[in-house]
């Protein structure tokens, strides 16, 4: 008799410790996706490349650059977690898009060094985001996230400042429309996080300070339609509505501690 209850202990600590570092992965993964978001959306790689194009200052070419690397870091690290193969398509498809975007920060600056337009510029190292888009989607898949992890998704790479740059860049209508519906989207979430219990002074202040600068993104959607409607360049409406982002970006930097 002890020595059956003893091999049922044994199961038993055996099954808590499967479970248990089942849930420790899980956990790493989610981590790492949740990093790759931030990485690769507001205020990271593919948000400084944008402006890179636009504006040809090789700070955002080196930061764009460091992002990218880190990117790769963070897509590794997925790797070597246990993965549907959805989630193994997934993960080449944002390797493959990644490479593509480093690939061309080289000729952004040979470009510019050329004096040739933005338009020129944008077409000439334009990448299609969209299996991207969908592959950070499916890794996003059937996971609880928090409020915070919403919010950078909503905000960064294929969605609300994402499509807004790319409808200064572009002038394509859909772009103002994605673009209109990611930010209201964190404006929703904004609000969501403002109920959250216990929050102190300084991570309302944040949450105040991302509102603001969301909602200067949406008014400006109304004036590059309307400099667009005149003529204007992508460099042209670039100046005329850009947004100072350390606000946001402090804010959010605040609510990640």
């Known amino acids: 008799m002890r020595r059956l209850i003893g091999m049922l202990v044994l199961v038993f600590a055996a099954g808590a410790c499967a479970a248990n570092c089942s849930a420790q992965e899980q956990g790493k993964k989610q981590a790492s996706i949740a990093s790759l978001v931030r990485t690769l959306g507001y205020g990271g790689a593919i948000h400084h490349f944008k ?3 636009l504006r040809g200052d090789e700070k955002y070419g080196v930061a764009a650059k460091a992002m990218f ?9 997925l790797g070597k977690a246990s993965l549907t193969a959805d989630e193994k398509r997934a993960i080449d498809a944002l390797r493959d898009v990644v490479a593509k975007y480093e690939a061309n920060i080289p000729v952004v600056q040979r470009l510019h060094q050329q004096k040739e337009s933005v338009e020129v510029i944008d077409e000439s190292v334009a990448v299609d985001d ?23 998704y909503h905000v ?3 969605s609300g400042i994402h499509n807004f740059k790319d409808f200064v860049l572009r002038a394509d209508e859909k772009y103002r429309a994605q673009s209109m519906a990611g ?7 904004v609000t969501r996080y403002r109920s959250t219990p216990g929050l102190d002074k ?4 944040a949450l105040d300070s991302i509102e603001k600068v969301v909602r200067t993104y949406e008014t400006s959607l109304t ?3 309307s400099l667009v409607g005149e003529g204007k360049n992508a460099q042209e409406i670039d100046k005329a509505v850009r947004v100072d982002d350390d606000p946001a970006f402090k804010g959010l930097s605040t609510l990640r501690k």
Do not use: C, F, P
């Open 202 to 205: 300084d991570q309302m202040a």
């Open 69 to 77: 690397r880190r990117a790769n870091t963070h897509l590794a690290e």
């Open 51 to 53: 402006d890179y194009v």
């Open 183 to 189: 930010l209201s989207k964190v404006l929703l979430i």
């Open 156 to 158: 960064g790479y294929g």
């Open 223 to 225: 004036k590059v339609q």
């Open 130 to 152: 969209s299996r991207a888009i969908r592959a950070l989607g499916t890794l996003r898949e059937g996971q609880s996230w928090k409020v915070l992890d919403d919010l950078d």
